[in-house]
């Protein structure tokens, strides 16, 4: 029942109706203890009858009471009166943001004047944990003297539902999320989490800004459609149109920040509002003198001038960091080039940069790392977030690669080819797959992938592999390792290691319904990728870029360097820590680079460094023996790959081990220090040989076509890795002199 003026409320005198809603009707009171205006909401007669509802109901208005902002509704009482509810806020004069929308888009610099006002209240109350659940332009209020404030923080649990007539927010929220499957939210302005029903945290109202964004950009909401199911299939299936076609004043980092609040994983958002506020207040003071103008559309192709400027300066410290660098190019022939240094994840103690992968749209980076409990899984970090985030169900994982699309990750674990959808975080087992050496995936859905030196392919829903039968024969005993799928979706490339020859390798194209292959690049040290009209590889340890044609499978032009002394794989088939996609460029330099020198240094057990070994050198695969007198060691020869040396640590002086122009890496020593077992590629991959330590005739232990590494030698068991795609283990029974397996 609507109070006349005069009524009172408590100790409230109501003065005149402000308007109704779903929860009751608000009016405009006089406070006479304190002599000020206020407005008192007075909840419906339904709220009483549920005591649950009403204790929820003084939790909630107690919360937001707590939030003292500028940008939220000051809340200052609540309380019951002749069988009502209410809550006492300040008195507002202005408009909602509804109301104001309703004359069009907001000018860009007042939306985002206001997004940062929006940003700013909703990370306060984040703070102190309180999620609002149902932000739309209803709820937002804009007054006279310029401030935003966030209207009922915390109440739209209480909101019965209602029959759906229309779309957009005319479709009010629905019981708290306390009961699983109970949509919660306004139609058109929920999270995908609200749309399905399952318990949501801030991330949700931040997928709600960026609806309230878009919306004051554009003038129109990014979901809404005919109806309420084709709304709530947009949420969580469609991308809202792009904006830049709708106003092309639209500065880029404006449209990045509404991009990346509007994605469908709340872990592909803004990680917290306080990112997502500074984010804005950096496109104001950066943009502010320019009026928030735009820069010109990016071209569809990369030229040499803006691969010149793509080159990425800076060392990163080995085991810690990827560089990412982000082409843009201008039509005024100007080069805006974005460069940023990827950290790995808290707590982790291996991470795997050699088989990173950019997704296909450039906006993230995937890559496998090991974790100080031991496990190794997927992390994925958005190149616009801070921090990576783990990918649950892929423990165990290596080497991912993208779909298509960009939802999905393949990868191997176990011997397996997997895959997992990112949205429902489950993985699934597609086929076997031993001794994996890179993957790749089409728009159709076919997946190409390296198992035990030879190309397959396998739909991406599972089943049988095939052979990829006309390329695996086009010669006998070679190793067909990191394939990469062409624009068309029907050719690859791929790198075939040959039979050890320092000439046989060779980057090679081929379709996969065919039994022809081209010679793309002979003597190529790397896995190859393809990116707007460039092949990307490795010369020794130099990035490169060379332009290509895709269609003939022909190169032409001079190579590009683009980045020094990127890492190289220190086992197994030679692969680059690279990874090329639109126009973003993802490397790491560290050990295992030439030109990146190491020093041999002895710590004490508080970590001080106490004394140094021989010279500044590419060094790698460090052994102590067993005694601790002497240490074997990888060290990179320009000229000859890797070979094994050993120091003699009381004098620091360095004896060579080995000199096969094959790589020589890693070793272990005998429990009595008289053996040496090392693993050696001198037949295209790597065997285990036997020396002794004092030197002699190098005897082989162990050779086939799989590759293999001597992990430790105790007095009777010698372990080995056999491949570099799992946990797979090769033990033998040996002696302390050469054994046999």
């Known amino acids: 029942m609507a109070l006349a003026t005069g009524a009172h409320v408590g100790p409230y005198e109501i003065t005149a109706p ?22 008192v909401k007075v909840l419906k007669t339904a709220f009483l009858e549920n005591r649950d509802r009403l204790t929820r109901f003084e939790q909630e208005a107690r919360a937001a009471a707590a939030l ?47 997004a940062v006002q929006l ?42 539902p209602t029959p759906v007539g229309d779309v957009g927010s005319l479709v009010p929220t629905t019981p708290p999320g306390t009961q699983p499957g109970l949509v919660l939210g306004t139609l058109g302005y929920m999270s995908p989490e609200q749309v399905r029903g399952i318990p949501v945290d801030y991330r949700s109202d931040i997928f709600s800004f960026g609806a309230v964004f878009y919306e004051m950009l554009t003038g129109a909401p990014a979901f809404r459609r005919d109806t309420p199911a084709d709304t709530m299939s947009a949420i969580l299936k469609e991308q809202p149109e792009p904006i830049v076609p709708r106003v092309r004043h639209i500065p880029p980092g404006v449209v990045r920040i509404v991009e990346r609040c509007l994605e469908k994983l709340p872990h592909m958002r803004f990680q917290s509002t306080l990112d997502l506020a500074f984010a804005l207040h950096g496109v104001l003071s950066s943009e502010s003198e320019v009026g928030l103008a735009a820069a010109p559309a990016p071209s ?5 001038r803006s ?27 100007t080069d805006l080039l974005v460069k940023l240094n990827v950290t790995a994840p808290a707590g982790t103690v291996q991470t795997d940069a050699t088989t990173m992968r950019v997704s296909p749209d450039g906006t993230r980076l995937a890559f496998s790392a090991v974790t100080a409990d031991g496990v190794r899984r997927l992390w994925v970090r958005p190149l616009n977030a801070v921090e ?28 397996q080819l997997k895959r997992i959808d990112l949205m429902s975080a489950t993985a699934t087992t597609l086929c076997s797959a031993p001794q994996a050496s890179g993957a790749t995936w089409n728009a159709q859905d076919v997946i190409v992938f390296s198992s035990q030196g030879q190309l397959h392919r396998v739909s991406a829903a599972g089943g049988a592999a095939q052979l990829l039968v006309g390329v695996n024969g086009a010669r006998q005993g070679a190793t067909l390792v990191y394939p990469t799928f062409l624009p068309d979706g029907r050719h690859i490339l791929y790198l075939d290691t040959g039979n050890g020859g320092v000439d046989d390798a060779a980057i090679y194209g081929a379709a996969i319904d065919s039994p022809d292959r081209t010679i793309v690049l002979r003597s190529a040290s790397s896995n190859p990728w393809y990116s707007r009209g460039y092949l990307f590889f490795l ?50 330099i560290g050990v295992g680079a030439r030109g990146f020198p190491t020093q041999l240094t002895w710590f004490d057990r508080t970590g001080k460094a106490v004394a140094t070994i021989g010279d500044r050198a590419d060094y790698g695969d460090l052994e102590l023996s067993p005694d601790g007198s002497r240490a074997i060691v990888s060290e990179l020869d320009p000229g000859t790959g890797r070979d094994l040396w050993i120091f003699d640590l009381g004098r620091g002086i360095p004896t060579r081990f080995t000199s096969d122009p094959a790589d020589d890496e890693p070793a272990v020593w005998s429990p009595d220090g008289s053996q040496i077992i090392f693993g050696s590629r001198r037949k295209g991959h790597f065997d285990l040989y036997q020396k002794a330590s004092n030197g002699g005739v190098d005897q082989e232990v162990f050779a086939d076509n799989r590759d293999k590494w001597p992990m430790s030698w105790s007095s009777t068991v010698l372990s080995a890795r056999i491949d570099a795609s799992g946990p797979t283990r090769w033990a033998t029974r040996v002696s302390k002199a050469r054994s046999s397996p």
């Open 18 to 39: 402000i308007g109704a809603g779903a929860m009751g009707e608000v009016y405009r009171a006089s406070d006479p203890r304190l002599g000020r205006e206020v407005a």
């Open 68 to 114: 003292n902002h500028a940008n939220i509704l000051a809340v200052y009482d609540i309380g019951y009166d002749a069988g009502s509810a209410y809550i006492v806020s300040e008195l507002l004069d202005g408009q909602t943001l509804r109301d104001r929308l309703a004359d069009g888009a907001l000018t860009v610099r007042k939306a985002v004047e206001y």
């Open 119 to 160: 940003a700013n209240g909703l990370a306060a109350a984040h703070e102190k944990g309180i999620v609002h659940r149902d932000l739309k332009p209803e709820n937002i209020f804009l007054t006279t003297a310029g401030t935003l404030k966030i209207l009922d923080f915390g109440l739209a649990k209480l909101v019965e």
């Open 300 to 304: 569809p192709a990369w030229s040499v």
């Open 307 to 333: 691969l010149w400027a793509a080159i990425a300066v800076g060392t990163l410290a080995a085991l810690s960091a990827f560089a990412v660098t982000v082409y843009v190019r201008r039509p005024a022939d």
């Open 388 to 415: 990576p985030f783990p990918v649950l169900d892929t423990e165990g994982a290596t080497q991912p690669f993208w779909s298509a699309d960009g939802r999905s990750l393949g990868f191997f674990a176990g011997g």
């Open 539 to 588: 010369r020794d340890t130099t990035l490169v870029a060379q332009p290509f044609d895709p269609d003939r499978l022909a190169l032409g032009g001079s190579a590009v360097p683009m980045a020094e002394q990127v890492q190289r794989t220190s086992v197994g088939a030679p692969s680059g820590a690279f990874s090329v996609s639109d126009r973003v460029l993802a490397y790491r």
